[in-house]
């Protein structure tokens, strides 16, 4: 962490954001090449090899404006996803160790996740939840500085959208997959990478220089562990058929995730798919004894009753009514909660429908069932306007059509008498 590297790597980061100019010009327009680099070669000791696609220097005026890329607004607003790298309780005893490089100091304040110091965390914000399993799809904020730096090199926040990626596929950094796994969902909290477990000796010139340690702060939105249904999906249909009962609910409730994920990001379809593959696992399975059945059957009518949420948002109240009937009919010891939230969800599907006689029935069997629920009360009343909207439109088309034939019949009978 010696000075001189930091004040190489605050040159890069200035020669990357000014452009061209004098004493700058090696840092030239982007280029495109003809294979990606994966972080794994850019972070190689031995360094890489990649070639330069034809035609792929931009206009130099479109780098300056890339090169200028995060507004000052914007860099202003999200220097932290906390609110400051050091908190003010501890001010103080910051200021009393000033022999200390920055990344010293925090250091001392944080825990050793890597097992040999490679990797350094401090939790700003707790999270909820368990720990992430490996292989999980995890979408995370997160800002990188380097050492002296206020100006993060890399940020998520600055480009406006969060980072989605795999963990242990070699998509991300050795010691950001490292520090991302000790985080529950909603966290925040910051980690210091030592080289080894970023860009090692070589760097990422001209942004990053080699050797040195990163600050990441990183916000874990959401984690869905895709392992177990990913692993189910790759065995051979006869394989699959003889999958321990196990198996199956590992495989189930990990695509039950995915969808519940896909549903908060309202992608109603994608949700759609993964509750139905979740709900074909577990219906086809053999079951040796009652503990399995009742397993069974908690998982598959929580299924039916997401599959009814996602058809009531898709406008489409039938399948809906299909999908309660189906959690309704399963056997097993369900709780109340979830039997009232399948009768509350045919009952509106069934208003939706102006079957208003069924929707009441369905609507009051919720409310006896969770009598304090107060969205059951307002759709009853909702599906009694509809009720009487409807049967005063139902009168008003009758007294029509009565008052047509009336108004038709004696000329009728005067076309006749000619």
């Not at 529950?184 to 070589?202: C, D, K, M, N």
């Not at 040195?212 to 916000?219: A, I, N, Q």
């Not at 984690?223 to 189910?232: E, G, L, M, N, P």
């Not at 053999?286 to 998982?299: M, P, Q, Y």
Request: aromatic share 6%; with cysteine.
């Amino acid at each position: 962490m010696a000075s001189n590297s930091s004040m190489a790597a605050q040159r890069g980061t200035e020669g990357v954001g000014a452009g061209g100019g004098s004493g700058r010009s090696l840092v030239g327009p982007p280029v495109r090449l003809t294979e990606a680099l994966s972080v794994g070669d850019l972070s190689s000791e031995s360094g890489t090899v990649f070639e330069v696609a034809t035609g792929s220097t931009q206009d130099h005026h479109d780098h300056q404006q890339g090169a200028n890329f995060f507004d000052d607004v914007s860099l202003i607003s999200s220097l932290s996803l906390e609110g400051g790298m050091y908190d003010d309780e501890n001010e103080n005893q910051l200021s009393d160790e000033g022999d200390q490089e920055p990344f010293e100091r925090l250091a001392c304040r944080m825990e050793d996740v890597s097992g040999d110091g490679g990797v350094l965390k401090m939790e700003a914000r707790p999270g909820v939840g368990d720990t992430i399993p490996d292989g999980a799809s995890v979408t995370f904020h997160y800002s990188a500085f380097l050492e002296h730096n206020d100006e993060p090199f890399d940020s998520t926040v600055l480009r406006g959208h969060p980072e989605r990626r795999l963990l242990d596929n070699g998509e991300i950094l050795p010691g950001l997959n490292i520090a991302i796994k000790t985080m529950r969902r909603g966290e925040t909290s910051r980690f210091l990478i030592l080289p080894q477990y970023a860009f090692g000796q070589v760097g990422c010139p001209p942004r990053i220089p080699g050797g040195e340690t990163l600050l990441y702060e990183v916000r874990l939105l959401s984690a869905v562990d895709r392992a177990a249904a990913d692993s189910f999906e790759d065995l051979e249909e006869e394989r699959q058929n003889i999958t321990t009962f196990q198996e199956r609910v590992k495989a189930a409730q990990a695509h039950h995730r995915q969808g519940n994920h896909q549903h908060r990001e309202g992608n109603l379809h994608a949700a759609k798919d993964s509750y139905y593959r979740a709900a074909w696992i577990m219906e086809y399975c053999a079951l040796k004894n009652r503990e399995e059945e009742l397993e069974r059957g908690s998982i598959l009518v929580r299924l039916r009753s997401n599959l009814a949420q996602i058809y009531l948002e898709l406008k489409e109240p039938a399948r809906a009514c299909t999908q309660c009937r189906m959690g309704l009919s399963v056997t097993g010891e369900h709780s109340q909660e979830i039997i009232a939230k399948l009768n509350f969800r045919f009952g509106k599907a069934k208003g939706l429908l102006n079957d208003f006689s069924a929707a009441r029935k369905h609507l009051l069997q919720a409310q006896r069932l969770k009598p304090g629920w107060e969205e059951i009360t307002e759709e009853l009343e909702a599906v009694v306007k509809r009720e009487e909207k409807w049967a005063a439109k139902e009168r008003f088309m009758c007294r029509r059509m009565f008052s047509s034939s009336a108004a038709a019949g004696p000329q009728r009978h005067s076309s006749s008498g000619q």
